[in-house]
């Protein structure tokens, strides 16, 4: 059901279209004034935005770059900086990880360079010792007998290792549940993950997964086999650039669900019958989509958009496969095109290093077969942070639209003193998250979005 009302968020006028599960697209689309933008981009402690953020768990970093003890020293501790504030993850030495402010609480020296040993993280300076939990244990300085480290407690937050990647959840009091998401339950081996530097707003990341037209151009191979690989509609040995182009103007439908936002995108590809594709935007800065090294139907890839600051972001890229091992080729193929702290050597500042001759040949871009360094260049060129006060959305903006309603939705709701959607805190409702996933499916032509939503409610519940 649709609840049209006009609410006021921080002084700003909110549309208030779709509130309820299941509930249609709407007609009017979100377009945001720059005080709404500053809410959804500003992420720093104290921002309505980031305060919303700090309430679900987002990675912060891969297992691999702090792997556990296997004798010997443990792993060297990690500086890191999310949501605009400077912190450290350290292993201890029974492996536990600990997420800390990374500024001693003494003299504010940087404990990254610190020493693991007692039990904690040693600062090199004047040698006070903090635990896993931020408490001070040891002042050395102080006289003997001294309480005074009883009351000296360093920023943390609770940390936890799932899937191969560190997540954390900056938010008071107890953390909600992690999420029992698809992946955290296939072996290893079916998993692939990896991150990406981003400099520019995590929300331009995150919205370059709301958009089902963009692959028609911007990741468009002109000639050889890759000609023929659409990421969408289904696998057709018909696919030619030409066939691609009958159907680059999808008719996009979006849903709200009880974890974000459901989308279908329906492709006309023949008199016949029609390709659907669904997708998920998964509250708040993660969105569920087909591609990479997984073949459609059998998984899917979780990109996690996660703030360093207001202008850069990680994105962390999880894919899995249900039915066996993952393409190492591919995944391989994906993980070498950054250097080794993450970065791409394709940037603004070299221009992605694009090549005409091969925008005239191969490309589309001209910048290379790897759609994640065309996405970079999509979201970075827009700005630090998007004016998205110049914007015209358009019918295809349907997810975006719907989206950003939800992130207002949320802040409305922290600032409220609510959970916001997909905070979980009861284990009974964490055992599905129906309808998360992603699905392709051939149709009759002419079936409607009801239609289609009724006749494979099923396989949608499920996937």
């Known amino acids: 059901m649709i609840d049209r009302k006009v609410v006021t968020l921080n002084g700003c006028d909110l549309v208030d279209d779709v509130r309820s599960p299941g509930s249609p697209t709407p007609r009017r689309l979100v377009m945001l004034s720059q005080e709404q933008n500053d809410l959804l981009t500003r992420v720093g402690p104290g921002t309505p935005g980031g305060e919303m953020l700090r309430r679900y768990w987002l990675p912060i970093a891969l297992v691999q770059e702090l792997p556990p003890q296997e004798g010997g020293d443990p792993p060297a501790p990690v500086p890191l900086r999310i949501l605009g504030e400077d912190l450290v993850l350290f292993r201890d030495q029974q492996g536990r990880p600990g997420l800390i402010g990374i500024h001693c609480a003494h003299r504010g020296a940087d404990l990254s360079y610190g020493r693991v040993e007692d039990g904690g993280l040693r600062c090199l300076y004047h040698g006070w010792l903090y635990d896993v939990h931020?408490?001070?244990?040891?002042?050395?300085g102080e006289p003997a007998?001294?309480?005074?480290?009883?009351?000296?407690?360093?920023?943390?937050?609770?940390?936890?290792?799932?899937?191969?990647?560190?997540?954390?959840?900056?938010?008071?009091?107890?953390?909600?549940?992690?999420?029992?998401?698809?992946?955290?339950?296939?072996?290893?081996?079916?998993?692939?993950?990896?991150?990406?530097?981003?400099?520019?707003?995590?929300?331009?990341?995150?919205?370059?997964?709301l958009d089902p037209t963009h692959p028609f151009f911007l990741h468009r191979f002109l000639s050889g086999s890759r000609s023929l690989q659409s990421r969408v509609p289904i696998n057709d040995q018909r696919r030619t650039p030409a066939y691609d182009t009958r159907v680059h103007a999808p008719r996009v439908h979006a849903e709200e669900m009880p974890f974000g936002v459901r989308?279908?995108?329906?492709?006309?590809?023949?008199?016949?019958?029609?390709?659907?594709?669904?997708?998920?935007?998964?509250?708040?800065?993660?969105?569920?989509?087909?591609?990479?090294?997984?073949?459609?139907?059998?998984?899917?890839?979780?990109?996690?958009?996660?703030?360093?600051?207001?202008?850069?972001?990680w994105r962390f890229s999880m894919a899995f496969k249900r039915t066996g091992p993952i393409d190492r080729a591919h995944a391989r193929e994906r993980a070498s095109i950054t250097t080794a702290d993450y970065r791409f050597p394709r940037n603004p500042n070299n221009r992605y290093l694009q090549d005409r001759e091969e925008q005239k040949t191969d490309t589309f871009s001209g910048m290379g077969p790897i759609f994640v360094v065309h996405d970079s260049y999509a979201t970075e060129t827009a700005g630090p942070i998007q004016d998205r006060t110049r914007e015209h959305l358009g019918a295809v903006d349907r997810g975006v639209s719907l989206e950003r309603r939800m992130l207002l939705h949320a802040i409305r709701d922290v600032q409220e003193g609510r959970d916001p959607p997909?905070?979980?805190?009861?284990?009974?409702d964490n055992v599905q998250l129906e309808g998360l996933g992603v699905t392709e499916h051939r149709i009759p032509a002419g079936l409607t979005w009801p239609q289609y939503r009724r006749e494979w409610a099923g396989d949608l519940a499920a996937r």
Request: aromatic content about 14%.
């Open 134 to 140: 931020g408490r001070c244990l040891e002042q050395p």
């Open 145 to 209: 007998g001294s309480t005074f480290y009883e009351r000296v407690r360093q920023p943390s937050y609770a940390c936890r290792e799932a899937a191969g990647v560190f997540f954390a959840c900056f938010g008071p009091g107890e953390p909600p549940l992690l999420p029992d998401y698809e992946l955290f339950h296939v072996p290893d081996e079916h998993r692939w993950i990896h991150k990406y530097y981003h400099e520019c707003s995590y929300l331009q990341g995150n919205e370059g997964n």
């Open 263 to 313: 989308m279908y995108a329906f492709y006309d590809t023949s008199p016949e019958w029609t390709d659907v594709r669904t997708s998920c935007f998964v509250m708040p800065l993660t969105c569920a989509v087909g591609g990479g090294p997984v073949p459609p139907g059998d998984g899917y890839l979780m990109n996690w958009h996660v703030p360093i600051d207001d202008t850069h972001h």
């Open 422 to 428: 997909h905070v979980m805190r009861r284990p009974e």
